[in-house]
């Protein structure tokens, strides 16, 4: 079953401008990662945050995590065409190697 | 090789026809993943290697599964008497243990008529 859920499914930004999305979870974990997924091949690793960290950032991403919610956000700044894509959550729930992942949100970026 | 390669990356079969899908891991990664990815839908996990430690099989969906990989090479994945409901792509990943990190391949798309 999925750990991850992802919100919204699909987002349309214009270019420029800021995307947001969420990913919430239901067990403890280790750490999340975000992955972006071009054109439904394979996963590109974007950002992990351990569960004692907050925030990070990496270039335009920003990253939060609040572990109370069982919550997560990836922000990416300044938006490009090339940030069209579908961006998904995973956790490692401590078994030190199998990731579960999330549906999804697809962000297109119209320019 | 400088990634995680994939082949065939298109598989179009008839219902009851087996399967064969390979992946070539980048070279030292002792971890490999094999997942699946229905339309629209996020990666579900199918089995994991991990050196010559016995597998992790629990995500494979029937016994019409069947992965196999000799120590830190090649994998493959086997589906046989295939089902129109396999039609998804298969992502295989890479990494090390205490790597937390995986590194995906192009992925295979399976098309079953």
């Known amino acids: 079953s999925q750990q991850g859920e992802e919100d919204p499914q699909a987002l349309s930004i214009q270019e420029g401008e800021n995307a947001t999305m969420n990913c919430s979870y239901k067990t403890s974990i280790n750490n999340l990662q975000w992955y972006r997924q071009n054109s439904g091949r394979g996963l590109v690793h974007l950002i992990l945050?351990?569960?004692?960290?907050r925030e990070k950032h990496s270039g335009r991403l920003r990253v939060t995590l609040d572990t109370s919610k069982k919550s997560s956000s990836l922000l990416i700044t300044a938006s490009r065409a090339a940030d069209t894509a579908s961006y998904f959550c995973?956790?490692?729930?401590?078994?030190?190697?199998?990731?579960?992942f999330g549906a999804g949100t697809t962000v297109t970026v119209r320019a | 090789g400088a990634g995680v390669s994939q082949s065939p990356s298109n598989k179009v079969t008839e219902k009851g026809k087996d399967v064969e899908l390979r992946c070539d891991p980048i070279s030292g990664h002792t971890a490999l993943y094999w997942y699946r990815q229905r339309l629209g839908q996020g990666l579900e996990f199918l089995i994991y290697f991990q050196g010559n430690s016995a597998p992790d099989k629990s995500g494979l969906p029937s016994d019409r599964f069947s992965a196999e990989r000799t120590g830190e090479s090649v994998s493959t994945l086997t589906i046989q008497r295939t089902q129109q409901e396999d039609s998804a792509v298969y992502l295989c990943?890479?990494?090390?243990?205490?790597?937390?990190?995986?590194?995906f391949g192009p992925g295979t798309r399976l098309t079953v008529l």
């Open positions: 995973a956790t490692d729930a401590g078994n030190d190697y199998k990731l579960s």
């Open positions: 945050i351990r569960s004692n960290e």
């Open positions: 990943a890479t990494g090390n243990r205490g790597m937390d990190t995986q590194y």
